[in-house]
T-cell receptor
Framework: DAGVIQSPRHEVTEMGQEVTLRCKPISGHDYLFWYRQTMMRGLELLIYFNNNVPIDDSGMPEDRFSAKMPNASFSTLKIQPSEPRDSAVYFCASSLAPENTGELFFGEGSRLTVL | AQKVTQAQTEISVVEKEDVTLDCVYE???????LFWYKQPPSGELVFLIRRNSFDEQNEISGRYSWNFQKSTSSFNFTITASQVVDSAVYFCALSEEHRDDKIIFGKGTRLHILP
């Protein structure tokens, strides 16, 4: 089975532009997580979904960030407008129901650079 | 308060040496899970192990072993006879019962295995 698929792998954009990151979780996984990784702050949980419903978005930095999961096989993380401090690697991860709590399957990440 | 502390930011050892990565956690829950993940240079995080709070047995998997001690709130990871392929960033993580499936990561320890 294919793993978690993220796109784009790399994105370079200018400050003020809209950025959309995409994620396809592993089929059958009920949970989807968005993480951000930076040197300064490490790996931060931004938001997670259970059965397509956002459960906890307390990690979303501010209103410029939004995430959606319109169906079980697709999620987006949008930044509008983007700022240089948003530069980071954004990871999507998915997992099965709580019986497998914590065994996250990560995508390869989307490296975002905002100039 | 920081939930997961990995005090060692970077470690370098010569190949074939043993190395221990420290992890100290903080929680008020009696039921919780602890994890280790590996992030090789390719960037994708890979699950290594999960431990629940009621299982203090140490675990060994090949050259990897984990020492869980509730008395000191530690969950340390030892690599025996290290190899260059073990070079990676290693993350310790915690999820608490009252925060179902929300996993908090430590800041990671970057391990360099020198040939």
């Amino acid at each position: 089975d294919a793993g978690v698929i993220q796109s784009p792998r790399h994105e370079v954009t200018e400050m003020g532009q809209e950025v959309t990151l995409r994620c396809k979780p592993i089929s059958g996984h009920d949970y989807l997580f968005w993480y951000r990784q930076t040197m300064m702050r490490g790996l931060e949980l931004l938001i997670y979904f259970n059965n397509n419903v956002p459960i906890d978005d307390s990690g979303m930095p501010e209103d410029r960030f939004s995430a959606k999961m319109p169906n079980a096989s697709f999620s987006t993380l949008k930044i509008q407008p983007s700022e240089p401090r948003d530069s980071a690697v954004y990871f999507c991860a998915s997992s099965l129901a709580p019986e497998n709590t914590g065994e996250l399957f990560f995508g390869e990440g989307s490296r975002l650079t905002v100039l | 308060a920081q939930k997961v502390t990995q005090a060692q930011t970077e470690i370098s050892v010569v190949e074939k040496e043993d190395v221990t990565l420290d992890c100290v956690y903080e929680t008020r829950d009696t039921t919780y899970y602890l994890f280790w993940y590996k992030q090789p240079p390719s960037g994708e995080l890979v699950f290594l192990i999960r431990r629940n709070s009621f299982d203090e047995q140490n675990e060994i998997s090949g050259r990897y072993s984990w020492n869980f001690q509730k008395s000191t709130s530690s969950f340390n990871f030892t690599i025996t006879a290290s190899q260059v392929v073990d070079s990676a960033v290693y993350f310790c993580a915690l999820s608490e019962e009252h925060r179902d499936d929300k996993i908090i990561f430590g800041k990671g320890t970057r391990l360099h295995i020198l040939p």
